[in-house]
């Protein structure tokens, strides 16, 4: 009965949400003065508040660059900290105008929950760190070993699958928290280790000797991470979409914060209709045509923000791998604008 | 028999002077003694000594070499905490060092932070007013504690721009601020409204009665996670879509509401305890039901429990780190958050976090548990003769 109570209750509010989020979120934005943005309460590299206590990472990057859009001004973000339980409530009740979390892009999650999913900044999947002395090159060479891991997670789930699907023999050891599995990986309970591939970097950082870790190149999950906003305010939709995509066509361009104040004499077209030299993009979405060259001047292009973040600039040192650019082998591609 | 007719005087020997007291003997007194006494005084004193004695030995070295003596006192980052040559030193101060204004003031904008120092240091004198027993004018105190210091605070912190002070959003208050601010409210409020359900629960008006215990039975009856994620969760979803209550209230309100149901209880144990004779005696005296409580009753009553008052009042300081599970930013959260910060990445930087999470919540709670023992002496005073 309890149950029947709350989901009798719980499918009103989605109710009244979806019913209020055609209401228009960039006016409420716009009036308000500040953008909303639902962020994590802490993961390295995505979004974390350094020791002034200001955000940064990957997540943090594209909220600042939303903002930077609509306001010119990057610093007009409230940062929301949402757990993994409140962050879809938070977004559907209206307490924050997008979410950019480390969300896992599901169909159940797209399509039940009121919710809209845009572009992926961030393609994680699990992945395993192995010591180099064990001179493994893949994770099909795995059979037997021991592997730990957190328990009652997916990860757990999803090893399963793979050793099963691979006919590989295995042994897992789990453990309660994070900080537990990875002191046992450096103690040498077990051969391998594995979470998320973005959460194989820092945890790796932990460890009494982080060079004699390598992380295998096979990934087994696909963990698309992306923005997610209220379903039914599409012309929200296509600003959060487009912030990402001027970002990536940006580094696709070459067009970075340093040099973006000469990419506006440019003759390419493609940079030019990117910072609204020629066309009017920008006013098709609701905002101005320098709206790109916002971004990019305020906060940079997607290259810049991911090496800054969790690349090769930052301590992760995480590899572009699938997260490089289309034309370099990866995922990352926009539409073009025109 | 001349010899037995004989004045004292003539007495071969008459002590004149007491004799001179002896100390006892040696196995009596001195360390010797007090460690037969104390540790060794049966056989299984004996065993629990020395199985005591043989943990101590075991335990306290590492955790010295740990926490002081193989510690990294200074660093900018994780190469200072490192391991170096496969010997991982000791707990990572260096980082705590870094961090600490994080874990005190959270997100508050650096060139306010004098604002936060500022309510520090008036909560300091509110507390020292109230608790020092011969500072003068507490009745001033009372006020200052209970009426100035919860507005100024509000407006000290919060900002407001007819004070000349920039406004600060609830979502920048982060650290031990967050944690005493809403282990204050939490104080401050329970313990009025704990009173009145008390009172209310022993009320012979039935609709006061009713009211007190279905509150007071719903708030026990779930735990106080529950109480913050319907708080946090559910209430934006039954409120209209142009209302937001502030996340932080939210969860003030909650833990206030769920203290003061404890704290009723609490109450109602010192209320029962007082024989009839005294509310009977204050009855025959002519005094009404609110003289009575405020004379006779209360004071008694409120005498005996303050052990469990307190009792409940370190229980609602360390609830308090719960809020991190709503994504509050509180002095445990702030420590969460910044040990998995990559800049810090090394073996002994979560350990020393939360090392320094426990010294700090010990102190706060010790210093609570300290003070009540002295008042409980205090007061006991008067059963003793």
Excluded at chain 1, 195 to 203: K, N, P, V
Excluded at chain 1, 242 to 258: D, F, Q, R, S
Excluded at chain 1, 288 to 303: C, E, M, P, Q, S
Aim: proline content about 4%.
């Amino acid at each position: 009965m309890k149950k029947v109570l709350m989901s009798v209750a719980v499918g009103a509010a989605f109710v009244m949400a979806a019913g209020s989020a055609s209401a228009q979120t960039l006016n409420q934005v716009k009036s308000r003065g500040v953008l909303q943005c639902g962020s994590n309460t802490g993961l390295a590299g995505f979004g974390q508040p350094d020791a002034q206590g200001n955000w940064t990472g990957l997540d943090v990057d594209y909220c600042r660059a939303i903002a930077a859009a609509i306001f010119n001004d990057a610093s007009k973000v409230k940062f929301v900290p949402l757990s993994a339980k409140d962050r879809f409530t938070a977004l559907q009740s209206g307490e924050v105008d997008v979410l950019v979390r480390n969300t896992t892009w599901t169909m159940s999650r797209d399509t039940q929950l009121g919710l809209e999913f845009g572009p992926v900044n961030y393609y994680d999947g699990q992945g395993f760190m192995v010591r180099k002395k064990l001179k493994i090159a893949s994770a099909m060479e795995l059979s037997g070993a021991s592997v730990c891991t957190q328990q009652g997670t997916t990860t757990e789930l999803n090893l399963a699958d793979f050793f099963r699907a691979n006919k590989l023999k295995y042994e897992v050891v789990a453990f309660a928290s994070s900080d537990e599995t990875i002191k046992a990986y450096d103690a040498g309970r077990c051969d391998v280790f594995t979470t998320d591939a973005s959460g194989l970097y820092a945890e790796r950082l932990k460890l009494t000797a982080p060079d004699d870790h390598i992380v295998l190149p096979e990934i087994i999950s696909k963990e698309p991470l992306g923005a997610a906003w209220r379903h039914g305010d599409n012309q929200w939709g296509d600003i959060v979409k487009w912030t990402h995509y001027a970002m990536v066509t940006a580094e696709e361009l070459g067009v970075t914060k340093a040099n973006v104040d000469e990419m506006l004499k440019s003759t390419n077209p493609d940079v030019k209709r990117l910072l609204g030299t020629e066309g009017k993009f920008g006013e098709a979405i609701g905002l101005t045509n320098d709206w790109a060259y916002r971004i990019i001047k305020l906060v940079g292009n997607y290259g810049e923000s991911f090496d800054r973040n969790v690349g090769a600039g930052s301590r992760l040192k995480i590899a572009r791998g699938v997260n490089a650019l289309w034309s370099k082998g990866g995922l990352q591609y926009a539409p073009p604008i025109r | 028999m001349n010899t037995q007719v004989v004045s004292a005087s003539s007495k071969a020997y008459v002590r004149q002077v007491p004799a001179e007291v002896l100390p006892p003997p040696g196995s009596l007194i001195g360390p010797l003694a007090w460690v037969r006494d104390n540790l060794f005084s049966s056989p299984a004193n004996i065993l629990l000594t020395v199985v005591a004695a043989f943990v101590a030995y075991i335990s306290i070295p590492s955790f010295l070499n740990f926490l002081i003596f193989d510690a990294v006192w200074t660093g900018a980052d994780r190469e200072a905490c490192i391991a170096k040559n496969g010997v991982v030193p000791g707990a990572c101060w260096a980082f705590v060092r870094e961090r600490l204004n994080f874990f005190i003031y959270g997100f508050y904008p650096v060139d306010q932070r004098w604002r936060v120092d500022l309510f520090f240091v008036l909560g300091a004198i509110g507390v020292a007013w109230m608790l020092w027993l011969k500072a003068p004018r507490r009745d001033i105190g009372m006020i200052y504690f209970l009426v100035v210091l919860p507005v100024a605070s509000y407006y000290i912190l919060g900002g407001a721009n007819w004070l000349g002070l920039q406004p600060v959003d609830t979502a920048r208050w982060g650290g031990l601020m967050v944690t005493l601010v809403v282990a204050g409210v939490g104080i401050v409020a329970s313990l009025p409204l704990g009173i009145l359900l008390a009172l209310g629960r022993r009320s012979k008006l039935p609709v006061i009665k009713f009211f007190s215990v279905l509150f007071i039975e719903f708030v026990r009856g779930v735990p106080l996670i529950t109480v913050l994620f319907m708080a946090n969760t559910m209430l934006p979803l039954f409120l209209p879509d142009n209302i937001t209550v502030d996340k932080l209230l939210r969860a003030l309100v909650g833990i206030g509401l769920f203290a003061s149901a404890y704290m009723a209880e609490v109450v109602r144990a010192g209320l029962q305890a007082l024989p009839k004779g005294q509310y009977e005696g204050a009855m025959a005296m002519g005094l009404g039901y609110w003289q009575m409580m405020r004379l006779i009753i209360l004071p008694q009553a409120l005498k005996v429990t303050i052990p469990n008052i307190v009792n409940t009042y370190i229980g609602l300081f360390k609830d308090t780190s719960l809020l991190l599970i709503v994504g509050i930013f509180d002095f445990l959260k702030a420590i969460e958050t910044a040990r998995i910060d990559p800049q810090w990445a090394a073996p002994t930087t979560s350990t020393t976090g939360y090392a320094f999470a426990a010294i700090i919540y010990f102190l706060f709670c010790y210093g609570m548990a300290s003070y009540a023992r002295a008042m409980e002496r205090r007061l006991s005073v008067a059963d003793k003769r």
